[in-house]
């Protein structure tokens, strides 16, 4: 099973970016779909972007398209969530996800057996 680190969740202010970076360890990078998902206090989890195997297709929900971008970087078996133009609603734990697959990416959370620690990201002024 592959192992997930997130990183660089923190405080930012509206209209601000971060970028949240996830390492995997201990499997073959390239054999999963990638995506990200968050959750916020007394919410369900919520499907936030994916991205396929080989990076060519991504996915996005309406909620962050046009402001976030996944990418991922097989050399260095680490996925990215560059995030722009934050609202205070953004703000959540967000979850590194890996699903083992050929086909699309998929949005929804059963299809991933595999889950980072989570990194909180605060939109506040």
């Known amino acids: 099973q592959v192992q997930l680190v997130e990183s660089g969740g923190g405080v930012v202010q509206p209209g601000g970016s971060l970028r949240l970076s996830c390492a995997a360890f201990?499997?073959?990078?390239?054999?999963?779909?990638m995506a990200w998902f968050r959750q916020a206090p007394g919410k369900e989890r919520e499907f936030v972007a994916a991205?396929?195997?080989?990076?060519?297709?991504?996915y996005y929900p309406d909620s962050v398209k046009g402001r976030f971008i996944i990418s991922r970087d097989n050399a260095k078996n680490t996925v990215y969530l560059q995030m722009d133009s934050l609202k205070l609603e953004d703000t959540a734990v967000y979850y590194c996800?890996?699903?083992?697959?050929?086909?699309?990416?998929?949005?929804?959370?059963?299809?991933?057996?595999?889950w980072g620690q989570g990194t909180q990201v605060t939109v506040s002024s």
């Open positions: 201990g499997r073959t990078f390239s054999d999963y779909n």
């Open positions: 996800a890996a699903e083992r697959s050929f086909g699309a990416p998929s949005e929804f959370d059963y299809y991933y057996n595999a």
């Open positions: 991205v396929s195997r080989i990076g060519v297709d991504t």
